[in-house]
Every structure is written in C-alpha cells, then in structure tokens.
C-alpha cells in the first residue's frame, strides 16, 4: 500500500512541476521577434504591451553576426555589436533585460550608455548576473548597442536579450529571480528535510551521493542562475568561477554517478529499493540530457539539471519518510506485543499465585501457631519458622518463570510438608534425599505443588479422615536430577490424566500440575511421569537435566 502511495506521489509530484515549468516558459518568456540584417520592427504593439526577444542576425563592424551564439563562440574576443529597434511611440522610456554574461558589459543607446560594469565603469571583472535597466527613447527608432569583453571562456547564455515596456519587462525580470530564489529555497529545504528524515542513518547507502548532488545543485543555483547571483553577491568576482565551475560540475558528476551505482545495487540486492527512486533517477538524466542538448555543456545554465536534482531529492525525501511510517507502525505493533506480552505473563504470574498461595493455608497455618502458642512453644517457633521459610522462598521465586537453587526448593519442600503434618497428624511424609546433590538451578516451585497435590487430591480426597503416606524422593546421577513422590490416596482419574497429557501452550488452565508439566516442556523437553492405581495411590516423577540446569556464577 506505501509503494503504491509513492508511485502516486511521483505522478502527481512530475505533473505538477511539469505544470509550473510549462507555466512559466509561456508566460516568463516573450515572444520571439527574430532580428533581420540587424533591425527589428516592434512598432505593431502598443507601448504599454510591448516586449520582445532580440534573437537573430545583429550587425559588427565585420558583419552580421548571429545571438546569442556570438557572446559565447567568440573566443574570448571583445565584442562590439548592434541592432536598430523600430519602437511603438517616441519620447517614451522602455526597459531591457541582459542575461548573465561572465565579463565586461556596456550598453548603449543612440550612443548613450545606460549600463556598465567591469572594465567599462573602471572596476573589476565580474559575474554580471541577468540586469534589467530602464532608458529613454527620443524616437521611435533607436540603436541598441552592445560591448561585451568576456573573462571566462567557457559559459552559455540563460536566455536572450529582452526588450520591452517597463511593466511587462520588469515582470519578466521579478518572475526570473522569483523562479531562482524558489529553485534555491526549494533546494535548501528538501535537502534538510531529507537528512532530517534520514537523521537514524546518515551515512546510508543513498545519503552521500545526495550530499554531493544537493551541495552541487546549491551552488551551482547561487553562481549560474539568471538572477539570484546578482541581487545577492553582485561583488562577486569572475575569479572565483574559476573554482566554483569546475568544483560544482564535480560534485555533479561523482553524485550522479554513485547514486546510479548504489542505486543499481539495491535493485540487484533488492535491499530497500523503491521503483519511485529509479523515476527520479531516470528524469535526472532527462533533465541532463535536455540541457546539453539545449546549453551545449552542463557547465552553463543547468536549470533542467537543478530542477532534476530537486525532484530526486523530493523523491528521497518522500521514500525516507514512507520508511519511517513503516518503521514506526512495526515499532507499535512489537511495542503493543511486548505489552500485551508483559499483560499475559502478568495474567499467568497472578494466576500462578492463585494457584499455589490458598487463602486458607495460611489461615490454617497461623491457627495451628495460636494453638501450639498456649501449651508448647516450641513447636509454635517451629510451625513459625516453617512459615516463613515458605512465604521467604515462595515470594521471592513467585515469578512463573523465575528459577531457584535446589537446596532452596527443598528447604520450601519440606517446610511447606512441617506444615501440612501439623495440620493433618493422620498423614506422614518421609523424605529420601540423596546426601551429595549438585549445585544446580531448578525451576522456582517445582516440588511443592506437587506434595500440595498428593494431600489434597490424593489421601484427603480419599476421606478427610483417613491416615496416608508420603515418600519422597530425589537422587541424582551424572546426567539427571530424578524427582520421585509416591502416596497411597486414591489416585488420578483416566479424566484428569488426559486433561493433563493433552494440555497445550495455549490452554488457561491454571492447574498446579499442567503448569509444571509445561514449564519442563518449555524448559527441558521433559514432562512429568505419572503412574496412577485408581482407589490404591500414585507415583509421580520428573526429570532434570543436570548439564541444562548448572548454576551462573
């Protein structure tokens, strides 16, 4: 659904920048009135409307020459030129836009100059950014003449020389830098938004190459654009072209490239590759190619390479923050997980709880202490002691995942079973532990339930009266610890039993011996061994692995 998103993104995102670039080249641009044998007839407009491109054949002391080609093919030659202009209405004051031109310019009309810089106003050589300047016609026919001594040998012309009446040429020079400081803010920002959104992985494969092409496209729409460069840094000096060409041209160049590389290796890998980042590519390389084909270099006005390096930031951009919605619906949902995770393993620790701390133990336990406290102290201390020692180890190993030591278990094991025989004097409990166990951890309250079980559903439910015998047992060998308890109640059910083998993972029985039953499922692969005499008694065993439950130090 995201990939589609993009895709729909990037034909609504080329549509609307085709919009405005088509907007713009029909209503920046006026209509081309191509100079003949160096005259040009505007007298068919009105004064207010009139505006016109003076492309074509202009006239030099060697000759017709053809412009713009001549302010760029002329090997660094001084150019002398000019044209006569038939204009709608004498005595009237009309305007004129120069392109960017790397050198010395003068202007002059009827021989009266009306711009200069460089060495025709006694200065530096400069970046002469795209001018516009009004002057004053005192008939309707006027000679516009034009001296240009380039600096640098290599530049192209943005567009041509315009004139016009002062509204409509004014507006053509406003939209100009209108349209630059758009390109250049426009480039600025999606380059930020870009890393901002990249900000978890910087140096991704993807980040350097746009660095270079965004850092290329900024300077290169702050020094080659048609006007930004004259109303910011009109005291720039032609000097610095000399590095500023070659270095963004450069930077072009090894970003281009390396993103092409990277992004062919993502494609090959598929590894985080979106077809929308092959679009852009591709429209990057148009963009490239229209302005060769139009500027003859990509070294001149690169307004189509700009605009291209500005959609596949936009598209970067955009990529970077679809993956970031994915990244962060994943991020919720395994948060949302982990949290319906920590309520279900607090569910089963509270269920554990309510499965083995009964109420009525410790009501019990406490009535046996008061009883004893009258008569025989000692053995008061003693149940005492006995009842600490469990609630000691069962709170702090309640967790139904917690692990405890052997030793600890079994010190539980028999404090719980101290209890129990004084409770119930019928029952006697007898304990076969081997003297040398090893020093191992053990599942927390793995023992215990299972006596708790023998007396409650095994002898007691038998009759509540009846005398019963418990045996436990536990030894070790070199590979298991071997846990064996036998009684002689009356024994498990062939219903039980099958609740018991046929538990699963999922089943929410609470029941003290499917928990454990479990638990060394999870654990050990183990399970418990029950042999059951309906009516006679039970046996039931389990097996540890020594080697899987070695303490850490």
């Known amino acids: 659904m995201i990939k589609r998103s993009i895709i729909f993104f990037h034909a609504a995102l080329f549509l609307i920048l085709a919009g405005i670039f088509l907007y713009?080249?029909?209503?920046?641009?006026?209509?081309?009135h191509d100079v003949e044998d160096g005259?040009?007839?505007?007298?068919?407009?009105?004064?207010?409307?009139?505006?016109?491109?003076l492309d074509g054949e202009w006239t030099s002391k060697n000759g017709s020459v053809t412009m713009p080609d001549i302010l760029y093919k002329n090997n660094m030659e001084k150019i002398a030129v000019s044209v006569t202009v038939k204009l709608p209405e004498p005595h009237s004051v009309y305007a004129m836009i120069i392109p960017k031109l790397p050198g010395n310019i003068m202007v002059r009309v009827n021989h009266n100059t009306v711009y200069q810089?460089?060495?025709?106003?006694?200065?530096p050589s400069a970046i002469s950014g795209a001018v516009s300047?009004?002057?004053?016609?005192?008939?309707?026919?006027?000679e516009i003449e034009l001296f240009f001594t380039p600096d640098f040998d290599f530049f192209t012309v943005s567009h041509p020389i315009i004139i016009g009446s002062i509204l409509k040429t004014h507006t053509i020079f406003a939209r100009m830098i209108g349209m630059d400081i758009f390109l250049f803010m426009a480039l600025l920002f999606f380059t930020a938004v870009y890393f901002t959104t990249a900000r978890h992985n910087v140096f991704s494969i993807t980040s350097t190459p746009i660095l270079l092409l965004a850092l290329a496209a900024i300077l290169r729409s702050l020094t080659i654009n048609n006007c930004l460069l004259s109303v910011l840094m009109p005291w720039l000096r032609m000097?610095?072209?000399y590095i500023i060409y070659p270095i963004t041209s450069l930077l072009f160049v090894s970003g281009i490239v390396t993103f092409t590389l990277r992004t062919a290796k993502q494609a090959r890998d598929k590894a985080n590759f979106h077809i929308a980042q092959l679009i852009a590519l591709i429209i990057l390389y148009i963009s490239l190619g229209l302005d060769i084909r139009s500027y003859d270099t990509v070294f001149g006005y690169s307004f189509g390479l700009l605009a291209g390096t500005l959609f596949l930031i936009i598209t970067?951009?955009?990529?970077?923050?679809?993956?970031?919605?994915?990244?962060?619906?994943?991020?919720?949902?395994?948060?949302s997980s982990y949290n319906d995770t920590l309520k279900a393993t607090q569910r089963a620790k509270n269920n554990y709880l309510s499965a083995h701390l009964k109420p009525h133990f410790l009501f019990n336990a406490l009535n046996i202490i008061s009883g004893y406290a009258l008569f025989d102290t000692d053995k008061a201390k003693k149940v005492c002691d006995s009842l600490s020692t469990y609630f000691k180890e069962f709170f702090e190993n309640c967790d139904v995942n917690a692990m405890n030591s052997l030793s600890n278990e079994i010190e539980l094991l028999k404090s719980f079973g101290y209890i129990e025989e004084e409770r119930f004097p019928e029952i006697h409990l007898t304990y076969d532990i081997q003297k040398k166990l090893p020093a191992i951890n053990v599942p927390a309250l793995i023992f215990q339930p299972l006596l708790e079980n023998a007396i409650n559903h095994g002898i007691r439910k038998k009759s509540s009266t009846a005398s019963g015998h418990i045996n436990v047992e536990i030894k070790s060998d070199k590979k298991n610890l071997t846990f064996v308890m036998t009684d002689d109640g009356c024994g498990f059910s062939k219903e039980s039993l099958s609740i018991i083998n046929n538990a699963d993972d999922n089943d929410e029985n609470t029941s003290s011996i499917i928990t454990i039953n479990r638990r060394l499922k999870e654990l050990y692969n183990e399970k418990l061994y029950i042999k059951t005499v309906p009516g006679k008694g039970s046996e039931v065993s389990l097996k540890i692995p020594i080697k899987k439950s070695a303490k850490k130090e």
């Open 24 to 32: 713009l080249n029909l209503h920046v641009n006026p209509t081309s």
């Open 39 to 53: 005259y040009i007839d505007l007298s068919n407009s009105t004064w207010m409307n009139v505006y016109a491109e």
């Open 117 to 123: 810089c460089g060495i025709y106003d006694s200065g």
């Open 133 to 142: 300047f009004d002057f004053f016609a005192p008939t309707d026919t006027v």
């Open 239 to 241: 000097d610095v072209m």
């Open 316 to 335: 970067m951009c955009f990529i970077n923050y679809s993956n970031m919605a994915m990244t962060y619906k994943a991020e919720y949902q395994l948060v």
